[in-house]
């Protein structure tokens, strides 16, 4: 599967929804993932693509669309 | 290390509830209830200052422990919301304790601020004799200040609570403490002068969300202890949602955890030590079992405590 296709399965398994946001649709805005899914969508992304994410990339701006998320996740792989 | 003798906590008497704080903010007080488990919290009367809250705090704490302010060998207050720049309340309450000039220290530290100050007792009870710890917030005179933001409006409350903490003898005995800083995050909580709180709440949770359970994690294993063997965890009350995630992410219980978050908001460094007390008084105390204290705040500051209940 492709690295978009599986960061949208782990946002659809977050949300509990069968969402399809945009590349650059805030997932916070649109309420997909709100402050208390946000860790859990991290730890998710850590344990399906084998990375740690450091304290100091805990930013949420990082991870508030599907583009920046795999941006992100192909600079750490 | 030191003992802990007894928690005391002062709550003001005026409740409100989220339907009153409907007509200020708009916010519906079922998503109040959704977003933070709160239902309700305590604000202060229009005369009653930080020291107030912070005295009846004191006065329930030595109470309770059956000892005379006199007998103190320090205090130290933590606040976030105090009325002035300087002196902060540490030296008021002292007074008003008829403390005399045992040393008083204020730790502007919000949030956090109650564990750093057990962490600094426990250290200084040897050399200082008993040390009164007291986090004590009028947080309401923050948030319903004008320009008034509905996210934080919605969340806080206020309260004391306090700590006695000596170097012999008393309910549970204090292992150790880590206690950490990260100043990157400064500018994510906090409180300027003469405006608003700014709280960015998503960078707040994502980073209070991995970096609580570790602390945990380290000053137990650090001590020999496994985080299921813990009897129970006392944390900062910021809000249930984090607190159920902190449970998850540690794999225990969330019936173990302390939570007062539905009845008095967050009281920010107030909050731990409201959340001890009460459970303290309830009697359940297991002795031998590890009690965790955890918070984390504006800084960012956080970290954890561990004690152990004495037998008997």
């Not at chain 2, 130290?76 to 720049?85: D, F, K, L, N, T």
């Not at chain 2, 403490?177 to 990157?184: E, H, K, Q, R, Y």
């Amino acid at each position: 599967m492709e690295r978009r296709a599986r960061i949208l399965e782990i946002i659809r398994s977050i949300s509990r929804q069968e969402v399809n946001p945009g590349p650059d649709e805030s997932l916070f805005e649109s309420g997909i993932v709100d402050s208390f899914a946000l860790p859990e969508m991290v730890s998710a992304l850590e344990r399906e693509f084998s990375i740690t994410i450091p304290d100091s990339d805990l930013i949420p701006r990082k991870f508030e669309t599907l583009e920046r998320i795999e941006s992100y996740i192909e600079g750490r792989t | 290390m030191a003992w802990i003798k007894a928690f005391g906590r002062y709550l003001p008497e005026r409740v409100v509830g989220n339907a009153e704080l409907e007509a200020i903010t708009g916010v519906d007080p079922g998503w109040i209830v959704k977003a933070s488990g709160i239902e309700e919290r305590r604000f202060a009367g229009g005369d009653e200052t930080v020291a107030d809250l912070a005295v009846r705090a004191a006065e329930d704490c030595l109470g309770t422990a059956g000892m005379a302010p006199s007998e103190l060998g320090m205090l130290i207050v933590a606040s976030g919301s105090a009325e002035r720049q300087f002196p902060g309340p540490a030296a008021s309450v002292a007074h008003r304790l008829g403390l005399g000039t045992t040393p008083a220290l204020d730790l502007p530290v919000a949030s956090a601020g109650s564990l750093i100050g057990m962490a600094l007792a426990s250290r200084l009870a040897e050399a200082q004799g008993p040390v009164l710890v007291i986090g004590a917030e009028i947080m309401s005179r923050v948030v319903l200040r004008p320009p008034i933001h509905r996210d934080t409006a919605i969340l806080f409350g206020d309260g004391a609570g306090a700590c006695l903490i000596g170097p012999d003898s008393g309910g549970a005995r204090i292992l150790d403490s880590v206690l950490f800083t990260d100043g990157s995050f400064a500018d994510s909580l906090r409180l300027d002068f003469n405006r608003p709180l700014a709280m960015d709440g998503r960078t707040v949770i994502l980073q209070a969300a991995r970096k609580i359970p570790r602390a945990i994690e380290e000053v137990l294993k650090r001590n020999g202890w496994s985080v299921q063997q813990a009897q129970v965890f006392v944390l900062h009350q910021a809000n249930l949602n984090l607190i159920v995630k902190v449970a998850q992410a540690l794999r225990v219980s969330e019936t173990k955890f302390c939570s007062t978050v539905r009845r008095h908001g967050n009281t920010s460094s107030a909050s731990m030590l409201i959340a001890a007390a009460e459970w303290w008084r309830e009697g359940r105390i297991e002795p031998g079992l590890p009690i965790v204290f955890s918070a984390f705040g504006a800084g960012f500051h956080w970290g954890a405590l561990v004690a152990v209940a004495a037998a008997g």
